[in-house]
């Protein structure tokens, strides 16, 4: 009876080694996939807060990992890590194992997506290039901008150049708005920025002030060595009441109606944004300013220049008197 004892004790120890042997293994082993997508792609796999260790193995198997769901639970329970696992949206690569699995759970290293937003954007580019992104959940379709704006945290706020450009990564399945918030939010915190370093002469009485003028300057040059002579013609401007006469204010006024000529009849045509025919800024920003051009709005080059001229190599000429500046545009514009 105790050789029988002992015989049994032997093989119960034998067959928990050997347990704890498979057990390695397939925690070592990668996992067979089923992406929909065709083989050699990732399983895509989204976990709903809430859900239990259980339910998560299950989703998992169901969205294209080939293991018994009951084995993946039993490895979360037996990780003591059950309980770590985060909600999101997630990728599992082929070779994933079990073990880099439920580590990339327990971090919550989710799938992630970049939406790039363009310095000089207006509203329709970027709303467009939103909507577009194959990988976020459209949740600003059909809203007007008043809509999109409340639904943003802006109640009445002009949607124009309130998104600061940059590059954005979110979950994927995300939704649309929150790329939006995220880019409202950071032109928040670059506006204040900017405005915390104005010069102290600055003629502009607001942020919103700053905004619209790094806006216009942000049309008018992407020239590094020429945004903050630019941004000096302007700020001359508006300290004596001359007007600004820049025409990307004067295209954003005609909309959709501009057809790529800027012709007389619509410099001579008054609208809000038509800085010919209107003293001081125009009503609202024309588009979204890099840091470069908010910050050349508050603290542009000491000029005493009051107008420029496209050369036409992308750099710009710089006059002081009137006659100056009537000589370059016969030199740069008009023979050519």
């Known amino acids: 009876m105790i050789r029988l004892l002992k015989l049994l004790v032997l093989l119960a120890l034998l067959a928990g080694l050997a347990v704890a042997g498979l057990g390695m293994w397939w925690l070592q082993r990668p996992l067979p996939l089923a992406a929909p997508a065709g083989a050699g792609q990732p399983v895509d796999a ?11 193995a299950e989703v998992l198997v169901r969205s294209g990992i080939q293991t018994p769901s009951v084995l993946l639970f039993a490895w979360f329970r037996l990780s003591g890590q059950s309980r770590d696992i985060k909600a999101g949206s997630y990728e599992f690569a082929p070779g994933t194992t079990p073990r880099s699995l439920l580590d990339k759970l327990v971090r919550g290293e989710q799938a992630l997506r970049s939406i790039t937003l363009v310095e000089g954007w207006n509203i329709r580019q970027v709303l467009q290039a939103v909507r577009s992104a194959p990988d976020l959940r459209q949740d600003i379709e059909g809203l007007t901008t008043a809509d999109l704006m409340a639904l943003l945290g802006y109640p009445g706020r002009h949607p124009e150049g309130r998104f600061f450009p940059d590059t954005y990564r979110v979950p994927k399945r995300s939704a649309a708005s929150a790329v939006l918030r995220q880019a409202a939010q950071a032109m928040d915190r670059r506006v204040a920025e ?57 295209i954003y006024g005609l909309g959709e109606r501009f057809d790529g000529r800027l012709r007389r009849v619509d410099l001579q045509t008054d ?18 300013p890099g840091w470069q051009s908010l910050l050349a709005a508050v603290q542009p080059a000491q000029t005493p220049a009051f107008y420029f001229v496209a050369r036409g190599d992308g750099s710009s000429q710089f006059s002081t008197t ?9 030199r740069y514009i008009l023979n050519r």
């Open 271 to 288: 609208t809000p944004y038509n800085t010919y025919t209107r003293a001081g800024l125009p009503p609202t920003p024309i588009a979204m």
């Open 46 to 56: 989204e976990i709903a807060p809430g859900t239990s260790a259980r339910g998560v």
């Open 322 to 330: 009137l006659d100056e500046h009537n000589a370059a545009v016969r």
């Open 194 to 250: 900017a405005w915390a370093q104005r010069a102290p002469d600055s003629p502009l009485r607001s942020p919103d002030e700053a905004l619209t003028l790094a806006s216009i300057i942000e049309k008018e040059t992407g020239l590094e060595r020429d945004r903050g002579l630019v941004a000096g013609v302007f700020t001359n401007r508006l300290r004596i009441g001359m007007r600004l006469q820049t025409d990307p204010t004067v």
